[in-house]
């Protein structure tokens, strides 16, 4: 007979067995429960541990008390210039309309102000765009995603710059806004029906019955009538040029943070994967690019990208200032991003690795279906410090002359009407730079939690 | 050939040898399963037991010899073997469920990714193996919130969804607590009795009693002997084997 079971379990000539009765669980002390007990045991426990936390208190009580009373308290909110301000209430207030006064250039930078429209637009399109990546409902969330960042670039490149455009331009600005119709119609065909906008359109023409193939074909006549609508628009469309040196404020740092963002997570995806190929070639590569991109401070990198560049070029091709140094944000912040996924992979287990080849699944389908989605999960903290670092260091653009929120808060108090303004300023952008961080921060605190369902025990 | 195909054993190894860097883990194996066979692997850890089986499957790859699956050999087409390699199911010690996925869709995961099965029909066939392994009722849940037990048995089911027709179980008892061992043994006795062709490396030495059709005891890279259980551990013929069975049992 089998001997799997406890050796102990057939010794006979013992005397009966006691039966085992467990003690049933009792309450926890109330001193210890709700918010009185909270209090008692974290901030009055003992003597020094209730001077220390009425100290904590009367820190941040004549703290807080000292910056309300500059920024609220005192302050002038109506002047037409900085010494009205300061024969009010001298520098014991804040002096606000200075900086109200420069708000649409702190936002939109020297952007023509009739034509300011296409940054909210653009904007507008943007937040339009993302909302159904948070409907329940909306299935099609990858693809909507997908094509958000890949192809909203398109159409916002061509609100923002304007001008003259050939026919591929605008047979790509098109396709940038044929993707932002169908993400529309998709959303609002499965909201209503559950039906994906192609599905929906072969079930309207009556075509449900008909063959895969009919039906792929159906759909993708659909999507080139949608293409054909958004090219037609496009030409329709006439918008003067906008040189990139007008661009500034919150919305050069929005574009090239989120750029940067945009660009570095799969690139660092791709290196990281590289670094770690088996191919030698390949990794040597990728090494050498993350190690030197990582060694070199942001801004070498920027002064290199802006002064040195050119000389490489050929004689007569010109790369926008903008544009190169979105090319070198990108490249640092890739390579920080490829560091940051490398640290998550090694954490997953080689038996995932296994189990899925072990099935019969190539490289790719287990790296991109079993290791990235575990790897980015436990990395979304530190993704989401990348992506917050990248925000804050594009005002190093600044030192190579362009004009981020950053550098038109200094230009604030250069203005004759506001001379020597420029703590208020300061002040402004970072509420600014603290509500977008802290959004981002506290977004990211909401994915991992709504993502470790499974790790719940 | 198709003949030839049908007769052939699910699982030959002939002269196998393999390296660890300098370190040689296998050597000159020799072995032949029959269709149904069941064979348990035992020896001291470093035996290269475990590095056998994953031989098998080409977890691990080999540098000479040859190894036969159902008459097919592992080669350079990557595809050919990926082929050949879905005709194995594998369960490890670690379990290795995917976290981040259900129960369920840990079972519906190879169906739906390798064999391209609509969902429906996916779900079904994985609800059928998750109620012969006896845990249907869990397959909403994480592999985290299951068992040791409960999750080796998931394992079992998963492996089992891919219908294949050789199953390896490497040590998949080592890492459990003791009172969960005997509920993962059953499910593999269940599965010994419906015929299916398996190679376990196991310590537990009444499931060899039990289920084997032969026991394998394997010594520094080699196969030292085999015999049927009731000879292996009445009178086994050397003295390795005899030392290493007098500290198991």
Known sequence: ?457 | MNEAVAEAPPIELIGLNKWFGAFHVLKDIDLRVREGERIVVCGPSGSGKSTMIRCINQLETHQEGTIRIHGRSYGRDARENDAIRREIGMVFQSFNLFPHLTVLENCTFALTWVRHMPKQEAEDLAMSFLARVRIPEQAGKYPLQLSGGQQQRVAIARALCARPRIMLFDEPTSSLDPEMINEVLDTMVELAESGMTMVVVTHEMGFARKVADRVIFMDQGEIVEEAPPEAFFAAPRYDRTRLFLSQVL
């Open chain 1, 1 to 457: 007979m089998a001997n799997t079971s406890s050796p102990l379990a057939d010794s006979s000539g013992l005397p009966p067995a006691e039966i085992f009765k467990p003690k049933p669980a009792r309450a926890a002390p109330a001193s210890t429960l709700g918010i009185q007990g909270w209090i008692r045991q974290n901030m009055f426990s003992s003597i020094p541990s209730a001077v220390v936390t009425l100290l904590g208190l009367w820190i941040v009580y004549a703290f807080l008390d000292a910056i309300l009373t500059w920024a609220v308290g005192n302050a002038v909110w109506e002047a037409s210039n900085r010494r009205e301000c300061l024969d009010q209430v001298g520098r014991s207030g804040a002096c606000w309309p200075g900086v109200a006064a420069w708000i649409p250039n702190l936002i939109y930078g020297l952007y023509p102000k009739d034509q300011v429209w296409r940054i909210n637009l653009a904007a507008l399109v943007l937040l339009v765009w993302a909302v159904p990546l948070w409907l329940p409902r909306v299935r099609s969330k990858v693809q909507i995603g997908l094509s958000l960042v890949l192809l909203f670039p398109l159409l916002a490149s061509y609100l923002f710059l304007g001008g003259e455009k050939g026919a591929i331009w605008s047979a790509l600005i098109a396709l940038g806004f044929a993707a932002f119709l169908w993400a529309l119609l998709t959303t609002a065909t499965e909201m209503t029906t559950g039906l994906s906008f192609t599905r929906f359109v072969v079930g309207a023409l009556g075509a449900t019955g008909r063959s895969e193939e009919a039906s792929r074909r159906i759909g993708f006549a659909a999507l080139l009538v949608v293409y054909a609508v958004s090219l037609l628009a496009v030409q329709a469309m006439a918008l003067s040029f906008v040189q990139t040196r007008l661009w500034g404020g919150l919305f050069l740092t929005t574009v090239i943070s989120g750029i940067g963002i945009a660009v570095s997570l799969p690139a660092g995806i791709v290196l990281a994967l590289a670094r770690r190929s088996r191919m030698p070639l390949i990794s040597l590569l990728a090494t050498a690019f993350i190690e030197l991109f990582r060694s070199v401070p942001l801004i070498t990198i920027l002064f290199m990208f802006n002064t040195m560049l050119p000389l490489f070029l050929p004689v007569g091709v010109e790369v926008n200032q903008l544009l190169r140094a979105i090319v070198a944000v990108c490249l640092f912040a890739a390579a920080y991003m490829a560091e940051v996924v490398r640290g998550g992979l090694q954490a997953i287990p080689r038996g995932q690795y296994e189990a899925a080849s072990a099935m019969g699944l190539g490289f790719w389908q287990a790296t991109g279906l079993v290791i990235m989605p575990q790897a980015l999960k436990i990395m979304i903290p530190t993704i989401v410090g990348n992506f917050i670092g990248l925000f804050k260091d594009t005002t190093l653009v600044s030192i190579i002359g362009l004009f981020d929120l950053l550098s038109m808060a200094r230009a604030v108090g250069e203005d004759t009407r506001w001379l020597g303004l420029f703590l208020e300023p300061f002040f402004f952008v970072t509420m600014i730079y603290f509500v977008a961080c802290f959004g981002m921060s506290q977004y990211s605190l909401n994915l991992e939690q709504r993502l470790s369902a499974g790790e719940r025990r």
